[in-house]
Antibody
Framework: QVQLVQSGAEVKKPGSSVNISCKAS????????VTWVRQAPGQGLEWMGR????????RYEQKFQGRVTIIADKSTTTAYMELSSLTSEDTAVYYC????????????WGQGTMVTVSS | IQLTQSPSSLSASVGDRVTITCRAS??????LAWYQQKPGKAPKLLIYDASTLQSGVPSRFSGSGSGTHFTLTISSLQPEDFAIYYCQQLNTYPFTFGPGTKVDIK
């Protein structure tokens, strides 16, 4: 069974960038996508974007366009999400998830990565 | 596409039947999923394609609906079901989530 394992918590200064990794262990991405969702403290879920690793084509939520970059390395079964120009409003838990082509849903989630933006 | 959920929160007792509604601002066919999230944990997929139970999810959970109106029903609430429930549409990018429904103990 595939599991998604994310990199650890980060503390960043305003204006800097953060790069979070998401490794698929116990399997590969196959034809499925890898999607990124964030959750600010006490708030709901916000979709940021996704990539289909076999195609290498990302798609981003318009709100994050120009600030977010999602890539995938098929050889290491790892996806990455970089968010730049950080502000305090980017303080959140960031999740990667498998976007299942079969189920049309996010069926496997990483454990989450807490990103704190503070001066 | 905007999703609204009702109620935003509810208090219920173990054994109660609970129904949560999700409405989409435009038709999304059956491309709707339901997730459960407990404090400090990642969301967990319960239902996809509006009514298909994800493998390993107890049969007391069920989903229905199509178009713009969907429901998640828990037939007999168990202690481990107290959580926040989110609906999500996967018909059109961006894949938006509803604001969530918090289910807590009466």
């Amino acid at each position: 069974q595939v599991q998604l394992v994310q990199s650890g918590a980060e503390v960043k200064k305003p204006g800097s960038s953060v790069n979070i990794s998401c490794k698929a262990s116990g399997g590969t991405f196959g034809s499925d996508g890898v999607t990124w969702v964030r959750q600010a403290p006490g708030q709901g879920l916000e979709w940021m974007g996704r990539i289909i690793p076999i195609l290498g084509i990302p798609r981003y939520e318009q709100k994050f366009q120009g600030r977010v970059t999602i890539i995938a390395d098929k050889s290491t079964t790892t996806a990455y999400m970089e968010l730049s120009s950080l502000t305090s409003e980017d303080t959140a838990v960031y999740y990667c998830a498998r976007e299942s082509i079969e189920r049309v849903a996010f069926d496997i989630w990483g454990q989450g990565t807490m990103v704190t933006v503070s001066s | 596409i905007q999703l609204t959920q009702s109620p935003s929160s509810l208090s219920a007792s173990v054994g109660d039947r609970v129904t949560i509604t999700c409405r989409a601002s435009q038709a999304i066919s059956s491309y709707l999923a339901w997730y459960q999230q407990k404090p400090g944990k990642a969301p967990k997929l319960l239902i996809y394609d509006a009514s298909t139970l994800q493998s390993g999810v107890p049969s007391r959970f069920s989903g229905s609906g199509s178009g713009t109106h969907f429901t998640l029903t828990i037939s007999s609430l168990q202690p481990e079901d107290f959580a926040i429930y989110y609906c999500q549409q996967l018909n059109t990018y961006p894949f938006t989530f509803g604001p969530g429904t918090k289910v807590d103990i009466k």
